[in-house]
């Protein structure tokens, strides 16, 4: 269903009703269990403690989210936000909803003098590796085999968790498409040491 017309917003303020539809729009974008997804008190009380959460809307039903965490690295003196899950229902992806989620959080990011968003992402989901790396410009800085176990949910049964953990500064700029390879080494490459 592509479809343009869509808000954007920044809840500061939602509700447990809101929260609830949140967390059971998590299940659909992954395929994820009920203890996988992140729950409705984590939702409401994230944006009351700090946090963000980034939501876009189509006729007043949310279609896709992005749950961000103040975090502190305890080397550094800079606080960073901690990209909780971004995801966008299966029908209106391909869209850009999620690139303008992130582009959003930048802002953000750069106003509340966060230095950079951090998170970790599937490294075998293609989608997720064009956005967050050649088209936001985020650097896969380490990679963790198997991260979070075994998920719950029949897409995730059984599956391996592998997760890059990925780093965007708040100077990076969209990334021109280029045709140079790309070789990423599959160890515990770390962009820090």
Not at 81 to 88: A, F, Q
């Amino acid at each position: 269903m592509k479809n343009d017309q869509f808000k954007m917003t920044i809840l500061q303020d939602p509700s447990i009703e809101l929260c609830q539809k949140l967390s059971q729009m998590q299940k659909k974008v992954w395929g994820l269990g009920d203890h996988d997804v992140l729950p409705p008190w984590k939702l409401y009380i994230t944006p009351r403690i700090g946090g963000i959460i980034i939501a876009a809307f189509q006729n007043n039903e949310p279609i896709a989210q992005a749950v961000f965490t103040h975090a502190q690295d305890p080397n550094r003196t800079q606080p960073y936000l901690y990209l909780d899950l971004i995801g966008v229902l299966q029908e209106y992806q391909s869209q850009g909803l999620g690139e303008k989620i992130l582009w959003h959080a930048m802002e953000i990011t750069k106003q509340r003098n966060y230095s950079s968003i951090q998170w970790t992402y599937d490294p075998l989901e293609g989608a997720n590796a064009n956005l967050y790396i050649r088209k936001l410009g985020a650097k896969a800085a380490k990679y963790y085999p198997d991260y979070y176990g075994e998920l719950t949910g029949e897409k995730h049964r059984g599956t391996a968790t592998d997760r890059f953990f990925a780093v965007l500064n708040v100077e990076a700029k969209p990334v021109q498409q280029t045709d140079a390879d790309v070789t990423i080494a599959l160890d515990h490459y770390d962009a820090f040491e």
